[in-house]
């Protein structure tokens, strides 16, 4: 989707870049306590700031793969991740699955929506998720950023229920958990409180991406579905 110039240039206008000393730090050491980290994915949308209100509340931080078509829609919700300490990933400009295109078209995928990312937020994403997971040998060596998948699948997607989406998760979740759900659906935001609440009262932080694994061997054209 083209964005005309003119609202590009609107963005320039109101969309200073953010120092990087302003970018949280982090706080919880995951070699020491239980972590897990909810990812929510092809947002943003318009669910997310009402996600951003419950992870608030919850003191609770997250990691969101973001289309590059969907963040110029949202630049003050992109803005809010960033100053609520979340953390922005790269989940391609249009959600094309990457196994079906040529070298040229991934790249194009990944750069054009770490592009967008980068104008609106003031740097591009650390890390990016392949749409469905999917990945081989050349897309990973196109990837000069981490590759993060997930161990846990809530299919919130497909079913649209939150106890069911709050079921799996538990069911599912272990300490390095990174659990798959999708701010785009209204019945995965509404399981969300439930879900911090339980997974909080399990003993586990709640951390982003980039702190489950800030001890740990985390490089580009690699994949992690949990901490190890
Ligand atoms: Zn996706």
């Not at 092809?42 to 931080?61: F, I, V």
Request: aromatic fraction near 6%; glycine fraction near 4%; include cysteine.
């Amino acid at each position: 989707m083209a964005v005309p110039v003119h609202e590009q240039k609107v963005q320039a206008v109101v969309a200073p870049a953010v120092p990087f000393i302003l970018r949280p730090q982090p706080a919880v050491d995951c070699a020491k306590e239980k972590c897990v980290a909810l990812t929510f994915d092809d947002g943003p949308g318009r669910y997310t700031e009402r996600l951003l209100d419950q992870l608030k509340k919850e003191n609770a931080r997250a990691t969101f793969y973001l289309l590059g078509q969907n963040a110029p829609l949202y630049p003050q919700t992109l803005r809010r991740m960033v100053s609520e300490g979340h953390q922005l990933g790269n989940h391609t400009f249009d959600h094309k699955s990457l196994t079906a295109l040529s070298k040229a078209q991934v790249s194009e995928e990944v750069n054009a929506s770490a592009q967008k990312i980068k104008d609106i937020a003031g740097f591009a994403p650390d890390t990016m998720r392949p749409p469905y997971g999917a990945r081989n040998p050349e897309v990973d060596s196109l990837i000069n950023v981490p590759m993060v998948l997930w161990d846990v699948d809530t299919l919130d997607w497909k079913h649209h229920d939150p106890k069911q989406t709050v079921k799996i998760a538990l069911d599912e979740v272990s300490d390095g958990s990174i659990i798959l759900m999708h701010d785009i659906h209204e019945s995965s935001v509404k399981a969300v409180p439930q879900l911090i609440s339980k997974l909080k009262h399990k003993g586990y932080k709640l951390v982003t991406v980039n702190e489950l694994f800030s001890d740990q061997d985390f490089v580009g054209s690699k994949t992690y579905a949990r901490r190890a």
